[in-house]
């Protein structure tokens, strides 16, 4: 695995770990893991999990 994969991979999984959490927006949690605009976190998040960030909140909410 190289760097640029590491970074990713660890970004991604904090950002799953932010989203188990309803008090900040998904805008923030993009944010708060580097990502300047939301769509491309969306879109990043997507091929890495198969769901957007919103479904992946609705699935862990239940």
């Not at 991979?9 to 949690?29: G, H, Q, Y």
């Not at 300047?36 to 999990?49: A, E, G, P, V």
Request: no cysteine.
């Amino acid at each position: 695995m190289n760097y640029v994969t590491y970074v990713s991979d660890a970004r991604m999984e904090k950002a799953r770990s932010l989203l188990k959490d309803n008090s900040l927006s998904i805008k923030e949690i993009s944010a708060e893991v580097g990502f300047n605009d939301q769509n491309y976190f969306s879109r990043t998040f997507r091929n890495k999990f198969g769901m957007t960030p919103t479904e992946f909140r609705d699935a862990a909410q239940k």
